[in-house]
């Protein structure tokens, strides 16, 4: 098992059902896993609000305050509302799961094809802003930002293909180091200004607002929406936690918006205070670490740990892309061998094509996080819309107690997130939200043609209005033995025919018409009891005469099945069976669309 | 059978038994089907005559006369030998045929790998050669030479997958309209001279010949040896002549060397009194053309017929190359699948083999004829040894009529050809005769190790040492069905084992086990009489228990076969079978190199 060996070198050991408990996590590393994503968002969310008011005029940066606390307004509405969503569905509240439950599957398939979208161009933005930053601090590998994504998202995805436990240590660390240097750079800059040692390029009260165009400032709004994305994993995993899960995934989501705010918002006003402009090769984060802390090793770090905590990020996208896939697959809307998660081989395919997906998607937007961002967002709230409708109608059927309470949050966020979305798609729409629109239908079309396939095979093979028999009836059916000549390997086959029935045939087609006579009277030797047919070939060809010689018998033979055997050779080593006739191989591909037909290798290993 | 039509397309309709016959050809287009290889090799003998002596200096190419007159003379020996070894072996004279019989196996693959070496050389020798033609009338053209010569191969070797009936006629006619242009230009020539139209630039009696060192004249003579390639042809190809063959073979190989013989002293003279030298970028003969004619069309028109005869020597490799492989695989020397005639198809492995190696070495030599023509003669005059030699044992030990003139014609042929093939393997060594000299022995080699393992097999196959039995002996044998659920597909392969064997059982791997109770209850119903074994998966992989439940049966039930009957789907479209799991696939590969394990197929065909 030779395959076996390279696979578990590849991906480890599988896991055992014991073992999978054991995978249940603390919330001390549920917070790094489960929210590097969301946290992760501020590396661009700030500088994207920047650069959206930016095409209007330098002074209309100081709007971004405005819109970063509209943001942080509506994360806030977004937490509530997921708060609830955990406890009606402590089973997982995937967007998918609330939307098919409560709206039906038409809805659950549209919040599918967003989320799945949604997941590669998490690993896209998040690794092409990883590196953003990395190349902020070193300018000489720009030009090859690219390369170096996909080198990263292929390192990525062989960490997954390993398996999450190894991937769940490693990855919770970088996560604090990140939090930790993030504050440090909050409070250091803060320490300056107020010491006096920066001086603060604008007022931070008092401010002045120009006027600018409404669309302007709701697609720079549009812009900073993408620091909500991720907010969903941690409901979506509810299960992952330990006990008493619905408390701690509550709590550690509370943890996250709270640390997402602080953040979010400190940034922006740093920004704002210094003075920081979005720059082509440099990121707003990297300026502002870089005004603070100088260019000191210190400098560095802080760039380092961003882009790994973006690279982690892209990390959890690994996590829901295949367990989405497998809620799909169960559902009948995507292949079946998606559905278990059997060997972690299963996986493995999930895992791969988002991979390959998003280093497309890098390779498309030349790396460059500013063109992805527009499609990211509206993926993100779509799926927030429907499973945000769907618990309102849940609440409004199940009426169960504060129901009044909790559908009012659900409506204001259903009502919220569905504002957001129309304007992101309208503000955005020409920079690539459109993209993201047109890929819908395809993806919802290939779910229901597939999901229809499976439902005709399923009807196709029920046996509901079948009464069963007695007994199961044996089918009668006729073993035609092609043979070149009689040896070991013939012998061995025409044993294992006579013993599948009674009614056993050899053929043998007639190439050289002087050879005939002595393989017909070794025939009579060894095997007379069997009929002997020799087929002519005008055109010397083996398998045509074969071919029609079984259609012939199965013809004259009327709805019997046809067994053809096969003696077939098992070369010592793979090499020499190039000098062997692939007859078997040629028959069997011969035969594969034909009914009623049963080919059967009897396999004679050489010693040779 | 989409495949069945591609290849009618491309490779035409199979030929019968009935119609190899009408593809015997009478004289009139056996010598210029046969002929093409030996006069085509007038384009480029007297050339590498000129460019060996000049390396010495211009007045040493005096000595181009005596050399091709020594050539000539060696021409007819090896034509006086080959028509003794037509009249004794009308089947075909081959030199493996030859050399094999009359001196062993051993020296039959020698001149096997010499011949086989041979054909690739022509291929890539008369293509680069043609090519060297047109782009001397076409400069524009140089320097794409490598890529127009693969181009031309492929296109001859398209010719030659369509079976040479066709092209058969197309290239019969260039060889005559090579033939009369080739005697238009020596004539011609002769006229200027004579007329004096134009006048000589060096006298062609009273010559003076400047002293030159002996290495320096054989490495000239070596050069010239060329000229003797293809001369075996017709000797190798009696059975392809109308009856009587043995005369029409003897007089066509006389007028073949007649029309070479004078091509190649009128070439060269001509070439000598008009003072032509070699030059790189046109070839000698497109030089004389242009001395003679000018730069008329006539002078287009020659050149291109020069190419195109060129190029028709080499597809006289097409036709000799792919028998060859047949005559070595028949005695199992080579895989056995080129030993039939069979379809076309068994035959195009060759073709495309020979086309493959012919590109590699226009592609290491960079298309220069120049590099290639000293690997060409040794392969040529190692053959011709052998063969000659072969002839004189045959003559010693039949002592037929009239066998002391025969034998001493082999013996001078014999003595002869030795000679030249020490000279050239001296003076040619460093040139690039080394490297067919080193793919001398591991073509012996693979030789000796296929025929090896043909001989093991054999033995291991034979059934000579047993005694028949009365009746052959059934097989006990037990029938493990793998089952996922019951539907109309499990109860078919159900169906078919309980009519192959007593001895069946039905294995389920669990990896849901809230599904258990219920497939167990709706086994009852549909398949009560049948043993149906429930196989814990604790790593939830289906395919591992199911190996281990069938080596379990396998070890209890001592000796027998184990035969695994398959439930599998085929899909009304390829694409829907991505669909379905390929557990039958898995299956089958994991059980190939267990012995004693029948995998078989039962295939429900979906209407979906």
């Not at 920079?431 to 396939?453: D, E, K, Q, S």
Request: proline share 5%; aromatic share 10%.
């Amino acid at each position: 098992m030779f395959l076996a060996r390279i696979k578990r070198v590849l991906v480890g050991q599988p896991l055992s059902n014991e073992m999978i408990e054991e995978l249940k996590i603390p919330r001390w590393k549920a917070l790094p896993l489960m929210s590097s994503d969301a946290l992760s968002s501020t590396a661009y969310a700030t500088e994207e609000i920047l650069i959206a008011l930016m095409t209007f005029s330098l002074l209309a940066l100081s709007w971004s305050m405005p819109v970063a606390i509209a943001i942080v307004i509506l994360l806030a509405i977004v937490t509530i509302s997921f708060r609830q969503t955990i406890e009606v569905y402590p089973g997982g509240g995937s967007a998918y799961v609330v939307a098919k439950e409560n709206l039906g599957h038409g809805a659950g398939l549209l919040t599918g094809a967003a989320l799945l979208i949604d997941y590669v161009l998490t690993v896209a933005v998040s690794v092409a802003a990883g590196m953003a930053n990395i190349d902020s601090a070193l300018p000489a590998i720009q030009g090859h930002r690219e390369l170096i994504c996909a080198v990263v998202i292929i390192a990525i995805m062989m960490l997954n293909l390993r398996g999450n436990r190894e991937s769940g240590v490693m990855l919770a660390l970088p996560s604090y180091f990140f939090i930790g240097s993030f504050l440090l750079l909050l409070g250091a800059g803060s320490y300056n200004l107020l010491t006096g040692k920066t001086l603060p390029a604008a007022p931070l009260l008092h401010e002045t607002y120009p006027e600018i165009p409404l669309f302007l400032l709701l697609r720079s709004f549009s812009s900073g929406c993408a620091a909500l994305a991720g907010v969903e994993s941690i409901a979506d995993g509810v299960t992952r936690f330990k006990e008493p899960r619905i408390r701690n995934a509550k709590s550690t989501l509370f943890w996250m918006t709270a640390i997402l705010a602080v953040f979010f918002i400190g940034l922006t006003v740093l920004a704002h205070v210094l003075g920081i402009t979005p720059k082509p090769n440099e990121t707003v984060i990297s300026q502002l670490a870089r005004a603070v802390f100088g260019k000191t090793g210190l400098y560095y770090l802080f760039q380092g740990l961003t882009a790994l905590i973006l690279f982690t990020a892209a990390n959890t996208a690994y996590q829901g892309f295949p367990r989405l896939c497998s809620m799909l697959a169960r559902d009948r809307y995507l292949p079946r061998q998606l559905a278990s998660v059997g060997d972690r081989l299963v996986f493995s395919n999930g895992i791969v094509g988002l991979s390959l997906l998003a280093i497309f998607l890098i390779i498309f937007f030349e790396g460059d996080v500013h063109r992805l961002i527009p499609l990211y967002a509206i993926g993100v709230f779509l799926s927030f819309t429907l499973s945000q409708t769907g618990m309102v109608l849940h609440h409004w059927r199940e009426r169960g107690t504060r129901w009044i309470r909790s559908l009012s949050i659900h409506g204001a966020g259903a009502v919220t997130t569905l504002t957001v979305l129309l304007v992101i798609a309208s503000t955005k729409f020409t920079h690539g939200a459109w993209m993201v629109i047109a890929a819908m239908p395809p993806l919802f079309y290939l779910f229901t043609r597939i999901h229809h396939h499976y439902l005709a095979v399923g009807a196709e093979l029920s046996l509901e209005r079948e009464s069963p028999p007695n007994r199961l009836p044996k089918v009668k059916h006729t073993v035609i033995v092609p043979i070149s000549g009689i040896h070991r390997g013939v012998i061995e086959a025409l044993r294992y025919a006579v013993s599948i029935s009674d009614d056993v045939r050899a053929c043998y087609v007639e190439i050289d018409p002087s050879a005939t006579e002595r393989i017909q009277s070794e025939w009579m030797k060894w095997a007379h009891e069997i009929p002997f047919v020799i087929l002519k070939s005008p055109y010397r060809s083996v398998l045509r005469p074969m071919l029609e010689y079984i259609d012939d018998v199965a013809q004259s033979k009327n709805e019997e099945i046809i067994t053809i055997v096969i003696p077939e050779f098992v070369t010592s080593k793979w090499r020499y069976s190039l000098l062997h006739n692939q007859t078997a191989l040629l028959i069997r591909t011969a035969l594969l669309f034909k009914r009623n037909r049963v080919v059967t290798s009897v396999r004679y290993h050489l010693k040779s």
